[in-house]
């Protein structure tokens, strides 16, 4: 039943992952494109056009998928089940971690968990700059396979926002904006022209 299959997943999805959304992505990615819910590329959209609307990408994620896959209900079941585990989680150790807080043990696992949130996301920049700047499904054997596989608009959009950000110190809206119109340019109007 595709109900249960979405709440087991995205149940599994909220209770695995902490560390804030991009944590997230790797498991999501493993789980959400391993049914074959949607293709990697469609995940990658999803989480881009989650960024520029309220609340936490992994809602918005679970509620599209639920409702491609089982209409209102599957929405609802599905972003259920992905925020339910921290409302347990919270309700469980709030009092615990209070008594425990200055706890040595306890300040030690939370100073281990440190590193792994931080491979995590940096799995998920991964994940996302290899899907967005290389080729899918190119066979990467030598270096001149990977310059022509590589995707030249992304990779110019990419190399402009990120001397933007540093440069400026824009809003991360203002940001997305930006590449926003430089993507409408590079794929819209310029290919028109030339």
């Given amino acids: 039943m595709i109900f249960l299959e979405l709440f087991i997943t995205f149940f599994k999805i909220g209770l ?5 959304g991009y944590a997230m ?9 391993g049914n074959h819910w949607l293709t990697l590329t469609e995940l990658t959209n999803v989480i881009a056009i989650s960024q520029s609307t309220p609340g936490p990408f992994a809602v918005n994620v679970a509620t ?4 491609g896959m089982g209409g209102l209900l599957g929405a609802l079941v599905a972003a259920l089940a992905v925020v339910l585990p921290s409302f347990i989680i919270i309700l469980i150790i709030a009092k615990a971690f209070t008594n425990f807080q200055n706890n040595k043990w306890v300040q030690g696992a939370l ?3 440190r590193p792994v949130v931080i491979g995590l996301i940096a799995s ?5 700059m290899s899907n967005e700047l290389i080729v899918q499904g190119a066979e990467i054997t030598n270096l001149q396979v990977l310059m022509e596989s590589l995707k030249y608009k992304e990779i110019i959009i990419f190399a402009i926002c990120t001397v933007i950000y540093f440069k400026f110190k824009l809003h991360p809206i203002q940001l997305i904006l930006i590449s ?3 993507g409408m340019l590079f794929f819209g109007v310029l290919p028109m022209i030339f």
Wanted: aromatic letters at 18%.
């Fill in 64 to 67: 599209f998928v639920g409702m």
């Fill in 25 to 33: 992505i790797p498991l999501m990615q493993q789980e959400v494109v």
């Fill in 180 to 182: 926003g119109g430089l």
């Fill in 124 to 128: 998920a920049v991964f994940l996302l």
């Fill in 111 to 113: 100073f281990g968990m």
């Fill in 16 to 20: 695995f992952t902490f560390g804030g």
